[in-house]
């Protein structure tokens, strides 16, 4: 696949990095000639030093034979600007723009984004995303990753396996036999730093990073199974009130009832109008490194406490101080990998990366073949993809145990008619289920090709 990417920032860079990994042909815009140099040292990709929005520039970068365009600036202008170009110029199939302002994704304006005005063909909003992230893990603080699948019937759940885990030593198979009603499939382990594909002989150990393909009605359960707490908190204190903080608090408002929401922010204007935009929140105006606002806020009493602002350290001693103040499960908004090997050390149980967020997002698109949705784990090490099985498919109508799988690839799931299957050895996959499965990056190419409608299709 030939692909255009506009930006070569933190994301721009690791959708290259992950594409250029998979042998596509990756071509990589951007003005400033230092991070093209950067870029163009470490990555096999094309470079091309200029405006992503000009004529001439998309065409020297090959948008005249591009199979998509992804527009990921710092400027929602430019991005929307090289997806019009790029559809009326060059005629680009696929189209994706990175857009942060929430004045452009207003509900008023909803033919903004169509095929007659601006043809782009995915919306990604970092904002929005990650915030949705951010809500996820709130519904179940025990896990340090959740990502649903299938119509949330199936959720991708990360535990980490701590000193008290009542299943440590325990290896994969017993598993099955010691709970054999769960829908449950660990199909990767993060180990000191290394990703590992499950094996049934694997033992869980202590610091083990465990990732699981479950039932969502099942995770409460599962989560109590590896000593976690299972229960939704009822007492949430966000640190930073700007567009992540905000939009976490409207749909905690909308979503949860019974749940107290406060959030602490430190700009005056800014607190303000968070507080006439928001209904049930309490809004604090204060410094969310001040141990008074903190205790203020309640954080000893709260089930969990999100740091959002847009600082890394601020993000990261905040969640630190609200542990020490007795909050039982702290979260940050990390936007540097540099600083996420602290985060067991410091005591924080889980993290989130815009990044990682963003670019599974964009993966998602980049996939050929039936692809649903996307995860990224471990920075690209592995993914969970979700993908309709064809009736040209390989895997369908034998029994799993009978299919030539890559050695780094798991089913995690079997969907049919809205029930998941669990996918052991005599399951059959059948024409139209949705199947969830785990491919370490050596192998995410096979797996595509696995769910292409046809050899020749593309």
């Known amino acids: 696949m030939k692909i255009v990417i506009c ?5 721009g860079f690791g959708i290259a990095e992950v594409l250029s990994r998979e042998q596509n042909d990756v071509t990589v815009i951007d003005r400033n000639p230092d991070l ?16 992503g929005a000009h004529p001439e520039v998309l065409k020297q970068a090959g948008c005249d034979s591009a199979d998509m365009i992804i527009g990921v ?29 929430q004045s452009y994704l207003d509900k008023q304006w909803g033919d903004l984004f ?25 519904a179940l603080p025990g896990a340090f990753e959740m990502v649903r699948f299938v119509d949330d019937l199936v959720a991708l759940v990360g535990i980490n396996c701590d000193e008290n885990c009542p299943i440590l030593d325990t290896p994969i198979k017993q598993l099955t036999e010691l709970f054999p009603d769960l829908s449950t499939v660990i199909v990767c382990i993060e180990r000191d730093g290394e990703l590992i594909t499950a094996s049934s002989q694997e033992i869980l150990c202590v610091d083990d990073n465990v990732y699981l ?17 299972a229960e939704q908190t009822n007492h949430v204190v966000i640190a930073g009130g700007g567009n992540i903080g905000l939009y976490v608090a409207k749909r905690l408002e909308s979503l949860a009832r019974g749940v107290k929401v406060k959030i ?14 928001l209904s049930n929140t309490l809004v604090l105006h204060g410094n969310a490194l001040d141990s008074e606002i903190l205790r203020e806020a309640g954080v000893m009493r709260a089930g969990t406490f999100v740091s959002l602002t847009n600082n890394d350290q601020v993000n990261m001693l905040a969640a630190v101080m609200a542990k020490k103040e007795g909050a039982e499960n702290v979260a940050c908004l990390l936007s540097s990998d540099k600083y996420t090997s602290l985060i067991p ?26 692809i649903r949705g996307v995860h990224s784990i471990l920075n690209g090490a592995g993914e969970i993809i979700e993908a309709e099985a064809l009736s040209s498919s390989p895997l369908v109508q034998k029994p799993i145990r009978d299919i030539d799988l890559p050695d780094d690839v798991r089913i995690g799931a079997i969907v049919r008619d809205g029930k998941n299957i669990v996918p052991n050895g005599d399951a059959i996959i059948k024409t139209g289920d949705r199947v969830v499965v785990y491919a370490a990056a050596s192998a995410i190419k096979q797996v595509e090709q696995l769910f292409r409608v046809s050899i020749d299709f593309f």
């Open 7 to 11: 930006g070569a920032g933190q994301v």
């Open 36 to 51: 093209i140099k950067a870029i163009s040292d470490q990555l096999d990709v094309q470079t091309v030093v200029g405006h």
């Open 73 to 101: 600036t710092l400027y929602d202008e430019v991005n929307m600007v090289a997806c019009q170009v790029a559809h009326s110029i060059f005629n680009v199939p696929t189209k994706v723009a990175r857009i942060r302002s």
């Open 114 to 138: 169509s095929r007659d005005h601006s043809p782009i063909d995915v919306i990604i909003s970092p904002e929005i995303e990650v915030g949705e992230t951010v809500v996820t893990r709130l």
């Open 213 to 229: 393909i479950a039932d969502y009605n099942q995770v409460s359960r599962l989560l109590g199974i590896f000593g976690k707490n």
């Open 264 to 277: 602490i922010e430190n700009l005056h204007k800014r607190a303000e109008y968070i507080a006439d935009e």
């Open 345 to 370: 050390a410091l005591g924080i149980d889980t993290y989130i990366n815009p990044k990682s967020t963003t670019i599974s997002k964009i993966l998602q698109y980049a996939r050929r073949g039936r």
